[in-house]
């Protein structure tokens, strides 16, 4: 297959994006039965921490021992990184010893100057412009309890944000219908959507949750402010009125319609406790999934 890194969701062909989900499901049932499946024995990941991390870290470390291997957890802090040595030089080094090497940090550049050094397989953990492991989990929840989402209708409600970013690429892989409710002023990046777009994803886009919601067979949001912006939470707050997926919202969704939500959430301000407490939410799935999706994902680029 040659070295491949995994900087957005469109770094793998949408028959690959396939691929990796129909590997988690078995990777998920192997575990479940309690059957050792180790392809990654003796290889190593190195975690490279900007952001703190609570399922990112967790599910990439557990993983990684679960498919046999070992993950190291760097943060910058406690790194040279952090002292300001040269991404490309930090690359260079962990390259030559570890096996691959994720990434959770801010601008999105830094993961690409990293990957452009580095001789082992890159992950996108999370940036500022796409979080697309979280994206691999939300669909194989979906999928998992509804049938395949080729041809279903997504709602986004918020932040044209990461997640915004990850679902509009999604939209290309995996073939759903995306309706995205923005607040003025905070609409999705202009280029990655036209990019999405122009390989054929059906994406509408407005201002109002509710007509985002009409007919959803999956509702999603995340916070209104993300990590880094927290000097913003008042303005947000009134930007976002309004943009509470609340019962309201969602019974302008189909009945059957699920929630999602990749945490942490912050009930009373982008969702209500109904909702995400609710019957319609699969959020601790798709918590749990973020580690099923990742193994077949580090599967995918690590294994011989």
């Excluded at 830094?110 to 989990?137: M, R, W």
């Excluded at 916070?223 to 969602?250: I, L, N, P």
Aim: include cysteine; charged fraction near 25%; glycine fraction near 8%.
């Amino acid at each position: 297959m040659g070295m491949r890194h995994f900087l957005t969701l469109l770094d793998v062909s949408e028959e690959e994006a396939r691929h990796i989900l129909d590997r988690a499901v078995i990777i998920k049932r192997k575990l479940k039965a309690g059957e050792a499946h180790r392809p990654l024995e003796g290889k190593t990941l190195g975690m490279i921490f900007d952001k703190s991390s609570t399922r990112t870290r967790v599910s990439f470390e557990v993983g990684m021992y679960q498919l046999g291997g070992h993950a190291l957890f760097l943060h910058s802090d406690a790194t040279q990184l952090g002292r300001g040595e040269p991404v490309a030089d930090s690359a260079r080094v962990l390259s030559s010893m570890c096996d691959g090497v994720m990434i959770r940090t801010y601008g999105h550049n830094i993961i690409q100057k990293f990957a452009e050094y580095s001789k082992v397989p890159v992950i996108n953990g999370l940036t500022d412009l796409t979080h697309p492991c979280q994206i691999l989990a939300d669909v194989l929840t979906f999928e998992e309890h509804r049938g395949s989402i080729e041809g279903k209708t997504v709602a986004w409600i918020g932040d044209g944000n990461n997640m915004a970013h990850s679902w509009i690429n999604g939209a290309v892989s995996f073939g759903y219908k995306l309706k995205l409710a923005c607040p003025k002023g905070y609409s999705p990046d202009e280029k990655l959507l036209a990019a999405a777009r122009e390989l054929g994803a059906d994406i509408s886009r407005s201002n109002d949750p509710v007509a985002a919601a009409h007919k959803a067979d999956l509702v999603s949001t995340d916070v209104w402010a993300s990590m880094g912006q927290e000097d913003e939470q008042s303005e947000r707050e009134k930007a976002f009125a309004g943009f509470c997926v609340t019962e309201g919202v969602m019974a302008h969704a189909n009945p059957d319609a699920l929630f999602m939500h990749c945490l942490p959430a912050h009930r009373g301000e982008e969702v209500s406790a109904g909702v995400i407490d609710g019957p319609q939410s699969v959020v601790w799935d798709q918590a749990e999934n973020r580690l099923h999706a990742q193994k077949a994902l580090l599967e995918f680029l690590l294994a011989d």
